[in-house]
């Protein structure tokens, strides 16, 4: 039996009603037998980065958040662009990351609402990897839900989900997983 896998799911909007979020929510609930999938929620509440306060100045909150991502098996990012970049709440909370060392090597899949936005895909790319993140690129989800009306969000999700399409990105993220040594 292949082992259970504990996906750690991170959105880069605050939005209350945030289209990154509802991707991640229908992903939950698509999950196949043998993934679980818990949202990040302490993004919007980390303090903003600051060298001085890492080591034993570091605030609880970033110790969780950490504590988190250490136990997951593999991440998952959705994230809009702002401006053609990286939300910076979103940057902020990468940014506690860099020198600890929960994220090396990690396995992290893109799950992306819009369909645009390309280039904030490229520059967290390029954040990650610098942070020896490993992006499963043949997981990549793309499900334009941004801009459309709540009903037509729904009916999209709802079809990329009975089509299989959430859970076939889920499903080779989990085998790109579960191929490591
Ligand atoms: C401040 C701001 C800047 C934005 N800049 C861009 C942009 O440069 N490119 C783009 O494709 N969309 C841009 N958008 C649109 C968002 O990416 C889009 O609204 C997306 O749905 C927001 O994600 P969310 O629904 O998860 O909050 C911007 C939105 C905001 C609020």
């Known amino acids: 039996m292949s082992r259970q896998l504990f ?16 991707l991640l929510e ?13 949202i990040c929620d302490l993004i919007g509440d980390l303090p903003i980065f600051n060298p001085d306060d890492e080591g034993e100045r570091t605030p609880a909150i970033v110790e969780q958040f950490a504590a988190q991502l250490q136990r997951a098996d593999g991440l998952i990012v959705s994230c809009p662009e ?18 600890r060392d929960e994220v090396p090597f990690k396995p992290l899949m893109f799950a992306h609402a819009s369909h645009r936005g390309d280039l904030v895909l490229e520059q967290l790319t390029e954040v990650l990897q610098t942070m020896s993140l490993r ?17 037509a969000q729904a009916a999209i999700l709802l079809d990329a989900s009975e089509s299989g399409a959430l859970q076939a990105s889920l499903g080779r993220f989990a085998e790109a997983i579960r191929a490591e040594p």
């Open 7 to 22: 996906l750690y799911a991170l959105c880069g909007s605050q939005r209350q009603a945030s289209t990154s979020r509802r």
């Open 26 to 38: 229908a992903l939950r609930r698509a999950c196949p037998e043998g993934i679980t999938i818990e």
């Open 82 to 99: 702002y401006a053609h970049g990286i939300p910076g709440g979103f940057k902020n909370a990468l940014d506690w990351l860099v020198s």
């Open 135 to 151: 992006v499963v690129e043949p997981a990549f989800l793309r499900v334009p839900i941004a801009g459309k009306s709540d009903e």
